[in-house]
């Protein structure tokens, strides 16, 4: 099946750095990935939709210009989270649309971001 | 607006033992039904999804899901649950142009031995 694939697994970063998570479809082109959140025992919560060549669309709440997102390839999409804080620390998840089969959406692995 | 509900927060079951997920969904259209199974730290993989045609889905670990449209569901269910199973299912509907997938919020799957 396809996949996606999310680098880095965990990464820890100091308060007020900035980190970059990277989502890659390693088989298909998608033209639209999803970047999501999840809190401990909770549901995904939808950050943002990452269209190729075009803004990223926010959902309602999330800071744009604290999670920055770009999406330069068919394969490629980036999550910077900036001037991170503790609060920032969760797990980060990115999915990706794969056309050729439909609508069938697959996600990466996920990244744990610890902002110390 | 679209909504998935998964009423069972938290299931236990015996291994060897039937399974049943409940997933209750609502959206104005035909809905794309997917589930999703998530071990503890790890990401989301697909377990099946329904587009059109049969509406008793096979999936993969011998899952398997039945679209109900008069009674706006998609349950998950599998004959015989391995210990291997013990894990948090997710119950998804696809909307919009935008693709977007809203989530249940999930089931967590005890099995015990």
């Known amino acids: 099946g396809a996949v996606v694939s999310q680098h880095p697994s965990r990464v820890i970063c100091k308060s007020g750095t900035s980190v970059k998570i990277e989502c890659r479809s390693l088989?298909?082109?998608?033209?639209?990935m999803f970047w999501y959140r999840q809190f401990p025992k909770k549901s995904l919560m939808l950050m943002a939709t990452?269209?190729?060549?075009?803004?990223?669309?926010?959902e309602q709440g999330v800071e744009k210009d604290k999670f920055l997102i770009n999406h330069a390839s068919l394969t490629l999409s980036t999550l910077t989270v900036t001037s991170a804080h503790p609060e920032d620390s969760s797990f980060y998840i990115c999915?990706?649309?794969?056309?050729?089969?439909?609508?069938?959406?697959?996600f990466g692995e996920g990244s744990w971001l610890t902002v110390v | 607006a679209q909504s998935v509900t998964q009423p069972d927060i938290h299931i236990t079951v015996s291994e060897g033992a039937s399974l049943e997920l409940r997933c209750n969904y609502s959206?104005?259209?035909?809905?794309?039904l997917f589930w999703y199974v998530q071990s503890p730290g790890q990401g989301l993989q697909l377990l099946l999804k329904?587009?059109?045609?049969?509406?008793l889905v096979q999936g993969i670990k011998g899952f398997e899901a039945e679209f109900k449209r008069s009674q706006s569901s998609f349950n998950l269910r599998k004959p015989s649950v391995h210990w291997s199973d013990a894990a948090e299912y997710f119950c998804?509907?696809?909307?919009?142009?935008?693709?977007?997938?809203?989530f249940g919020t999930g089931t967590r799957l005890q099995v015990t031995l």
């Open positions: 999915s990706a649309r794969d056309h050729s089969s439909g609508n069938t959406i697959y």
């Open positions: 088989d298909f082109q998608a033209t639209t």
């Open positions: 990452s269209n190729e060549g075009s803004k990223a669309t926010y």
């Open positions: 959206y104005g259209a035909t809905p794309y």
């Open positions: 329904y587009f059109s045609g049969d509406t």
């Open positions: 998804a509907v696809l909307t919009g142009t935008a693709s977007k997938l809203t």
